[in-house]
């Protein structure tokens, strides 16, 4: 129950909250590239839900939604060529040019 009930707080915060909704989508790339790609997918799930869905996320990839569904679920296994598909259209859609930096270490 608690989960449904954050699932919607997410979901309620990315609809009417532009600046939580870039930064959840920034934090799910960053995870992914730090290689917690389970959470990332997690993530990207849910942004994707409360953004553009996965019907019209489909039509705008040419991927079909139920491979797109289990892309993001806790079993799919992503291609490169989608993930970065489906990054590349969210990031277009919500006016965000995503950069990889490489950082200094001490």
């Known amino acids: 129950m608690a989960t449904k009930s954050f699932k919607a707080l997410v979901q309620h915060h990315v609809a009417t909250d532009p600046a939580f909704a870039e930064a959840l989508l920034r934090e799910a790339i960053e995870v992914m590239l730090t290689g917690d790609v389970d959470t990332g997918k997690t993530i990207l799930r849910d942004y994707i839900k409360a953004t553009v869905g996965f019907e019209q996320l489909g039509a705008a990839t040419d991927l079909p939604p139920k491979s797109l569904i289990r892309m993001f679920g806790p079993n799919g296994n992503p291609q490169a060529k989608n993930l970065f598909s ?11 040019e995503l950069k990889v930096e490489k950082t200094r270490r001490a």
């Not at 489906?86 to 965000?96: D, N, S, T």
């Open 86 to 96: 489906v990054i590349g259209y969210l990031q277009e859609r919500a006016g965000l």
